[in-house]
């Protein structure tokens, strides 16, 4: 997030040395203004590569507030504020949209059901409720899974894992110790019950991202 500030700043900076902000025309404009002109595209397609939703016009205040040598912020405050934008308020947003996008879904398909941390799931087939809510750290799951994102694209998808329990995501454990050895499921795992804020690189998630796991429980090994 540093890095990102940082090359905004400069982005921003090396515009304010051209940009006035005055306009958009360029009519009657002498050699320089066409130049300054020239940069502010520059700058402004590089803007909006980072964020389309910028107010313009707290930028061009923002720019002229420097060149008049009266911003309203120091570099420091703006630094911080930038800071907290990208981590706090975008994974509340990310939060707000995940609770509507389950609250809808479980609205939509009365089959789903929603647990206490809002995992979302159906249960496609049941299995062995013998076990049923009796699972320990020590027991060990084998299952075959598809983990798709929000827009249906496939991220991962694999025919056999053993793994513990324990080592499952927080939300696959709520609905595994639910449906049973053989059971099928479908679940939607918001994302601070699956990778939350940290996401996960080596499988090409971000952060706040919202999962689908396409889940068959192949075996359940109880270790009491």
């Not at 609205?107 to 789903?112: I, P």
């Not at 053993?162 to 110790?177: I, M, N, P, T």
Request: aromatic share 8%.
């Amino acid at each position: 997030m540093k890095k990102i500030f940082e090359a905004l700043v400069v982005v921003l900076l090396f515009g304010a040395m051209f940009v006035s902000c005055h306009g958009s025309s360029t009519k009657n404009s002498g050699e320089s203004d066409t130049l300054s002109y020239v940069v502010g595209l520059n700058v402004a397609h590089a803007l909006m590569e980072m964020d389309s939703t910028l107010n313009v016009e707290a930028v061009c205040a923002a720019i002229r507030d420097s060149y008049n040598g009266t911003p309203k912020m120091t570099m420091e405050d703006a630094r911080d504020y930038y800071l907290a934008e990208k981590t706090y308020f975008v994974h509340e947003k990310a939060q707000a949209h995940q609770e509507r996008y389950l609250t809808d879904l479980s609205k939509r398909d009365r089959k789903y059901v929603r647990t206490r941390s809002g995992v979302t799931y159906k249960i496609l087939r049941l299995g062995d409720q013998s076990h049923v809510g009796s699972m320990s750290t020590r027991d060990t799951v084998k299952i075959a899974f598809k983990i798709t994102d929000e827009q249906g694209r496939v991220i991962v998808e694999a025919d056999t894992l053993r793994d513990s329990y324990r080592s499952l995501l927080k939300g696959l454990q709520e609905v595994v110790k639910l449906a049973g050895d053989g059971a099928h499921f479908n679940a939607w795992l918001p994302s601070k019950t699956a990778y939350d804020v940290s996401g996960n690189e080596k499988l090409g998630i971000g952060a706040n991202v919202l999962l689908n796991y396409d889940v068959e429980i192949l075996d359940i090994k109880y270790n009491k």
